[in-house]
């Protein structure tokens, strides 16, 4: 496998992570968390691999995107 291959890889789990504990921990669907992390300007951050963003700990991420993106929650079903 090239460098590039395991790159998307490991962003795919990465989401697949973020997504799973955003749910648990705002006790939300997964569905729900989904749409929340997909809209959120962290999903484009780590997508793109700004600023190495994408190489914290998932739980981190995730305590990120609760408390810079709160208008997210709002309406988490509306998009």
Do not use: W
């Not at 793109?48 to 993106?69: H, P």
Request: net charge negative; charged share 30%; aromatic share 10%.
């Amino acid at each position: 496998m090239d460098e590039e291959i395991l790159e998307k890889v490991y962003q795919e789990n990465l989401e697949e992570r973020i997504i799973a504990f955003l749910a648990e921990t705002m006790n939300i669907s997964l569905e729900t968390a989904m749409n929340i992390y997909y809209r959120s300007k962290l999903a484009d951050k780590v997508h793109r691999g700004m600023e190495g963003i994408q190489y914290l700990d998932y739980k981190v991420l995730v305590q990120i995107l609760c408390e810079t993106e709160k208008e997210l929650f709002e309406y988490p079903e509306s998009g």
